[in-house]
């Protein structure tokens, strides 16, 4: 990764402040900070290059360029973990993954630094949140996610057929492996909530003939995908709809959203319930969630909600259950944890990242780039160590037949490579 | 189903008690049964063939044989619906199947003969209980479950490759479908919690050369186990154990259940959740839950509880995640919901058990044949119309990897037919 410093390179050659000589209170503060991190092996530096880590081996270092730093380290972590990184105040010698992936291990009682990668966000969903959420992080410019996302611009777990796969190829499997767990037929109305870029819904539309409604409130995501589906001739199969999915109306054979569930945020779970309960038949109808959750309650990392995803809650199952699928009289009919599948999306992403690192710094800044780093770093760790999980639950009205007899049918996946 | 009238029964063919003619109230009684049964289409006729159901097409009829049967219908559903038509005070004309299917459809507000199939049993099942409870019903006697049982004698849902498979074909697809989820490998060590009549353990040793220990408490069917793994020289590879599952110690790689979980009662899922998180090895650990759940809590139907299922209570999949999946540490990799797979297995049940009704009747009564086919007909009812759900739940712990990278290696399933 970009910001993976060199092992041998010298605290000189690290930027550092004006906090001059170590006094007493450095050291013991460090000696704090070292103590609530060394079951990570990770060694705490300071600017003059003195470490209070007395263990051999380890996995990399933090190098703390100030006093203010080392103090912020300390009375607030989670927060000013990524605010010092993202400033260059902090440094990570070693691999900027393996060192997050330590971190994230520790228990929590220890710190939350795991929670550098998990607080709840107060701040509501409404409708009008909802656009300026989604504008703070969408609307960075189609320029720059099409940077290093693949060429179908799906911002989303892939679904790699084998760990081998390319990254084109997963989110092509993965589009695939949604049709395919919610059954399209040719003529079913579908109703995709958040479509980001369009290609699922144009993937559907081509693949199997079915006919979409897609909500998103990004207007530059939009454009785009208004643009590709008139060039690629599916306009009068896919509408682009320039609205919040909680405007749907009329009744719909599927009900499909990638990716989006955990930025409606918790209180949004009750209008979600409606929409599903609202526009899915009863007797034909089926759905699938796909989204990044948890195993325990746990809010959003106060960094990530502040500088990456403004409003995001990755909720548990038991919660989109009770809160989603229940009220709106809807059974599980199936759940897939592709938590490993997130970790070596966000794997890819952070090479073709690294890659265009200096194009991302000339568009906006070293910090935006750092900021950035840190945070697929950081959800690669979280979803390799269990602190996130990916689910796909696919679901249908209670009292309809459930909507396949076994599993085996859309498996093994066919990889479409017809546009790869 | 051996219970089932001829349509074309005369009332008189059906016996019934000292009630003599109607009077006023006796009809108001019956419009009262009638108004809350409508919707069902389900036609209530009094003991001299008075009927208050004056619409055209029906399911069926329930015919009330007296007074006493009628009042208490109306004060107390839940219970003497089962009651009375065990004591043949109740009778059903038309298919039985059909006529609880209609009734169970009923919204809860309009009576809850829904939880005809469904009220909390508060007994707790301490040790001692559950013994008491298991004796209660698996200890009929082998003689009665071997009466209409597949071969292997497993009292669970059955996995159909096809919707035309076998009992007997769906029975040991349903072992291996298992197995596979659990990816069971040669030398590992399983760890099986309510093992019936062992199958499923001896199953696991002979085709996947695993070492079990199987946990039961019905002395019977442990010692039909230990007859048969004996016979089968795999009494070496299997240790069927006299003891609550909570006894258990040591590490396993695997730990499964199938059947159990809604037998144990919500009172004691902390203990099985300490039990898999004390177990289970915490890198190369799996286990499988199966078990009847709901997609809303509700306590299981009074008379089933007093009849069939003593301590029963099939949880939330929710319920099942927070309460024990989650605490021990572990993160859900897959859920399968195959409730049209158990109303398929009661079907198969229902028409062995109807063959062998002369047998059944006379080892035990003509109320103890009613209650359960009553019981047969209601389950099959309630899966078809998503009452009850049939979930097998994969997990792990939470820092292992998981299980496997795709679900596509365990399908399609492989079907042992060497012994069937």
Same mark, same amino acid.
């Given at each position: 990764?970009?910001?993976?410093?060199?092992?041998?390179?010298?605290?000189?050659?690290?930027?550092?402040?004006?906090? +001059?000589?170590?006094?007493?209170?450095?050291?013991?503060?460090?000696?704090?900070?070292?103590?609530?991190?060394?079951?990570?092996? #990770?060694?705490?530096?300071?600017?003059?290059?003195?470490?209070?880590?007395?263990?051999?081996?380890?996995?990399?270092?933090?190098?703390?360029?100030?006093?203010?730093?080392l103090v912020g380290l300390l009375l607030d972590p989670h927060m000013q973990f990524g605010e010092s990184y993202m400033h260059g105040r902090l440094w990570i010698r070693g691999s900027l993954e393996a060192v997050i992936e330590a971190l994230s291990q520790l228990p929590v009682a220890a710190v939350s630094w795991r929670d550098a990668i998990g607080r709840l966000f107060a701040r509501s969903n409404t409708p009008v949140n909802a656009r300026l959420n989604v504008h703070q992080h969408y609307d960075l410019g189609n320029d720059f996610y099409r940077l290093w996302l693949d060429p179908e611009m799906l911002y989303t777990c892939a679904y790699f057929p084998t760990p081998s796969a390319t990254l084109d190829a997963a989110q092509i499997a993965k589009m695939d492996l949604v049709c395919r767990k919610l059954r399209l037929k040719p003529g079913d109305?579908?109703?995709?909530?958040?479509?980001?870029? +369009?290609?699922?819904?144009?993937?559907?539309?081509?693949?199997?003939?079915?006919?979409?409604?897609?909500?998103?409130?990004?207007?530059?995501?939009?454009?785009?995908?208004?643009? &590709?589906?008139?060039?690629?001739?599916?306009?009068?199969?896919?509408?682009?709809?320039?609205?919040?999915?909680?405007?749907?109306?009329?009744?719909?054979?599927?009900?499909?959203?990638?990716?989006?569930?955990?930025?409606?945020? &918790?209180?949004?779970?009750?209008?979600?319930?409606?929409?599903?309960? &609202?526009?899915?038949?009863?007797?034909?109808? &089926?759905?699938?969630?796909?989204?990044?959750?948890?195993? #325990?309650?746990?809010?959003?990392?106060?960094?990530?909600?502040?500088?990456?995803?403004?409003?995001?809650?990755?909720?548990?199952?038991?919660? #989109?259950?009770?809160?989603?699928?229940?009220?709106?009289?809807?059974?599980?009919?199936?759940?897939?944890?592709?938590?490993?599948?997130?970790?070596?999306?966000?794997?890819?992403? $952070?090479?073709?990242?690294?890659?265009?690192?200096?194009?991302?710094?000339?568009?906006?800044?070293?910090?935006?780039?750092?900021?950035?780093?840190?945070?697929? $770093?950081?959800?690669?760790? $979280?979803?390799?160590?269990?602190?996130?999980?990916?689910?796909?639950?696919?679901?249908?009205?209670?009292?309809?037949?459930?909507?396949?007899?076994?599993?085996?049918?859309?498996?093994?996946?066919?990889?479409?490579?017809?546009?790869?």
């Open positions: 990764m970009g910001s993976t410093l060199d092992p041998s390179l010298a605290p000189s050659a690290i930027g550092h402040g004006e906090s +001059g000589h170590l006094t007493r209170l450095d050291r013991w503060l460090a000696q704090r900070l070292q103590s609530m991190i060394r079951a990570a092996r #990770v060694r705490v530096e300071l600017w003059d290059g003195w470490s209070p880590y007395r263990e051999g081996s380890r996995i990399g270092d933090l190098v703390v360029t100030d006093r203010r730093t109305r579908v109703v995709e909530a958040g479509c980001g870029w +369009g290609s699922l819904a144009l993937h559907m539309a081509r693949h199997y003939g079915v006919e979409v409604r897609a909500f998103n409130v990004s207007k530059e995501q939009l454009a785009w995908a208004r643009e &590709r589906a008139k060039r690629e001739g599916l306009h009068d199969k896919v509408e682009f709809i320039d609205d919040d999915y909680r405007s749907v109306s009329g009744k719909c054979d599927a009900f499909v959203s990638v990716g989006m569930l955990e930025h409606v945020g &918790r209180a949004q779970f009750d209008a979600i319930s409606e929409v599903i309960e &609202r526009v899915l038949h009863p007797d034909s109808g &089926r759905g699938l969630l796909h989204f990044i959750g948890r195993d #325990v309650p746990r809010p959003l990392n106060a960094w990530i909600r502040r500088r990456i995803f403004p409003g995001a809650y990755p909720p548990t199952l038991a919660e #989109v259950t009770d809160d989603i699928l229940s009220p709106a009289g809807m059974s599980v009919i199936d759940v897939e944890n592709l938590r490993l599948h997130y970790a070596r999306t966000l794997a890819c992403w $952070a090479a073709r990242f690294a890659a265009a690192r200096n194009t991302v710094r000339s568009m906006y800044s070293e910090p935006f780039a750092r900021a950035w780093e840190l945070y697929l $770093a950081g959800s690669e760790a $979280a979803f390799v160590t269990g602190g996130m999980q990916l689910f796909q639950v696919v679901f249908a009205p209670r009292e309809s037949a459930p909507i396949s007899w076994t599993r085996r049918d859309p498996f093994p996946v066919k990889v479409s490579v017809d546009h790869m």
